[in-house]
């Protein structure tokens, strides 16, 4: 999906990304992990320091608008070593036509 010019304008750069996360998403002040998310993360790190070896997962997706007319469609994917004691995370982004 190709950004419309004006909504890529306006998220061309951090403040512009946040700004349009707060008029777009009701309660974006307040975001914190889900619960769901927060439990998928505790999991796999669980398992990983049973297991002793490195673990890793995709996350269930979760969705940002940033217009009306268009949604961030987000996935992260975390990554626990437990022999360096380290826990690494991506977030992947797809644009999509929002749907409410």
């Given at each position: 999906?190709?950004?419309?010019?004006?909504?890529?304008?306006?998220?061309?750069?951090?403040?512009?990304?946040?700004?349009?996360?707060?008029?777009?998403?009701?309660?974006?002040?307040?975001?914190?992990?889900?619960?769901r998310?927060?439990?998928?993360?505790?999991?796999?790190?669980?398992?990983?320091?049973?297991?002793?070896?490195?673990?890793?997962?995709?996350?269930?997706?979760?969705y940002?608008?940033?217009?009306?007319?268009?949604t961030?469609?987000?996935?992260?994917?975390?990554?626990?070593?437990?022999?360096?004691?380290?826990?690494?995370?991506?977030?992947?982004?797809?644009?999509?036509?929002?749907?409410?």
């Amino acid at each position: 999906m190709t950004l419309r010019l004006q909504v890529r304008a306006a998220v061309s750069d951090p403040r512009g990304l946040v700004s349009a996360l707060f008029t777009h998403n009701e309660n974006f002040a307040y975001c914190e992990p889900s619960p769901r998310h927060t439990q998928e993360v505790r999991k796999l790190v669980e398992r990983a320091e049973r297991l002793g070896t490195t673990q890793h997962a995709w996350l269930a997706p979760y969705y940002l608008h940033i217009s009306p007319t268009i949604t961030m469609a987000c996935r992260d994917f975390y990554a626990r070593d437990p022999a360096a004691r380290a826990t690494a995370f991506a977030t992947a982004i797809a644009f999509q036509a929002r749907v409410d």
